[in-house]
């Protein structure tokens, strides 16, 4: 007697990037690094928070970059 296949499996959904919560969490820094700059207005916490939001925001293009993968 033949022996029966078994059905198909489905395949597994991947879970996605958590790129909502990264966001969420750069916007936190950035703005506590803004917030400085006008508690305490030096030119010290103005080149840190600077540094922090370029620093970020070169972070965020470097990780859609990966994400999205070459456009070829």
């Keep these: 007697m033949p022996t029966l296949s078994s059905p198909p499996t489905e395949p597994q959904p991947t879970p996605e990037f958590p790129l909502l919560a990264i966001f969420a969490?750069?916007?936190?820094?950035?703005?506590?690094?803004?917030?400085?700059?006008?508690?305490?207005?030096?030119?010290?916490?103005?080149?840190?928070?600077?540094?922090t939001v370029i620093a970020f925001a070169v972070a965020i293009t470097w990780m859609l970059a990966r994400i999205i993968g070459p456009e070829g």
């Design 25 to 51: 969490a750069l916007i936190v820094v950035s703005v506590v690094a803004i917030s400085l700059v006008i508690a305490m207005p030096s030119m010290v916490t103005l080149i840190a928070a600077l540094g």
